[in-house]
């Protein structure tokens, strides 16, 4: 039984300035230049909490976490921060244009509390291996913050779009918030604090299993902060955005990897061994590979091979199992098989770097700065969802939903 609930999440004020100048992209995708930016661009900006800053000088008492938490409680006891009047859910629209087809789209979802369950009680579902490296960090500034400023984001499957409907009459008038991110994608949110209107949503969202579609890291985390708090009530819950997995507005697009650091890595003898799995094809361009993978190709994984060669760029094909991923044989056969990366050093991104867009994947290739990029076609929601209610996981960066939620529409904290 999914467990939601209304609640009254602290939100920037007008105090604060433009709200566009104040919220980010989500943690794990903040570069270190856009961090730069996000803290020019106010002295509120919500990197300063999520993401902050590291010093040579940082000790025990004075640290990034530190300085995190001391940062929310200047905010709120200033205004900056208030906290919304009423338990509410909050309908959450993004409106944005897809990189694959250039159509424009509406992904329409709702943010509210879920309760942390562990994935052995059947409600909550993952999809993808974790990292050990991102869940101690979050702890950490959990720990510290005792606050929740990005929203983790779940699927959940209505074909018949009854909750959307709930959630579209309650978006019927101007938003409570408005604003544009720096990849054009526009983000609105409402309010909604009737409680009939609440316990309509509670009671249609009862019977639904959830997938987690982004935010495992912090997932976990919570289900960690919970079990060390045994006695904090609030810890038993986190910000979730629902989204239906049957609405046309959801978007995956493929994550590629690039490969670094191996020693003695030799291509050609690399190609030999790769040649024992796939069938390889030299093409031209990225266009060449876009365009086979628009070209039906059930029953068949093609992926993109690009090495720092004269002849740089290859299409490898193999038969593709009933239920297999691209992205599980990528990882069983070539990086663990051919190239001897372990599971661990997977794990914790000794060797390899995730990369949406595979422009930017083949330039660092191009560049030098890796050995090897594998482009990939993006998984589909049917697969993550059989994949999830199946109790399988995917390696981890195995899908990228876009667009992303921007964090700091509204604050948890306990």
């Known amino acids: 039984m999914a467990s939601i609930f209304p609640f009254q999440p602290y939100r920037y004020t007008a105090r604060a300035g433009e709200l566009r100048r104040l919220v980010t992209q989500p943690y794990d995708k903040i570069s270190r230049d856009m961090r730069q930016r996000y803290l020019a661009a106010s002295p509120y900006n919500l990197v300063r909490v999520i993401l902050g800053e590291r010093f040579p000088a940082d000790s025990e008492s004075d640290n990034v976490y530190t300085r995190a938490a001391a940062c929310l409680d200047t905010w709120i006891d200033g205004g900056i921060l208030a906290r919304d009047p009423a338990p509410s859910v909050y309908p959450y629209y993004q409106e944005f244009i897809s990189p694959d087809s250039g159509e424009r789209i509406v992904r329409k979802g709702f943010i509210a509390l879920g309760e942390v369950e562990d994935y052995s009680a059947g409600v909550v579902h993952r999809h993808e291996q974790t990292l050990t490296g991102p869940k101690q960090d979050r702890l950490e500034l959990l720990r510290h913050t005792r606050a929740q400023c990005e929203q983790i984001f779940m699927l959940y499957p209505d074909p018949e779009g009854a909750v959307d409907r709930l959630i579209e009459e309650a978006a019927s008038i101007p938003p409570l918030a408005e604003v544009d991110d720096e990849y054009g994608t526009t983000h609105r949110i409402w309010r909604i604090d009737d409680p009939d209107r ?194 399988g996981v995917m390696p981890q960066k195995s899908t990228d939903f876009y667009p992303k939620l921007l964090s700091g529409l509204a604050i948890y904290r306990m």
Request: proline residues 5%.
């Open 198 to 391: 609440v316990s309509g949503i509670q009671r249609l969202m009862a019977p639904r299993k959830l997938v987690i579609a982004d935010g495992h890291h912090r997932y976990e985390t919570a289900v960690a902060f919970r079990n060390e708090n045994p006695a904090l009530a609030a810890a038993a819950r986190v910000p979730v955005a629902y989204f239906n997995m049957h609405s046309p507005g959801l978007r995956i697009l493929g994550t590629h990897r690039t490969i670094h650091g191996i020693e003695g890595f030799a291509p050609d003898a690399f190609l030999a061994s790769l040649g024992k799995i796939f069938r390889l094809t030299p093409i031209e361009s990225l266009d060449a590979l876009r365009a086979a993978w628009a070209e039906p190709h059930a029953g068949l994984m093609r992926m993109g091979v690009a090495l720092g060669t004269p002849q740089g760029l290859y299409l490898a094909e193999c038969a593709r199992g009933e239920d297999a991923l691209d992205v599980a044989v990528l990882h069983s056969q070539v990086i663990e098989g051919v190239l001897g990366v372990s599971p661990e050093a997977v794990r914790t991104e000794q060797y390899i770097h995730y990369i949406r867009g595979i422009d930017v994947a083949w330039a660092e290739v191009a560049s030098g700065a890796a050995q090897l990029a594998f482009l990939l076609e993006p998984a589909s929601v049917e697969q993550v969802a059989r994949i999830a209610f199946s109790g």
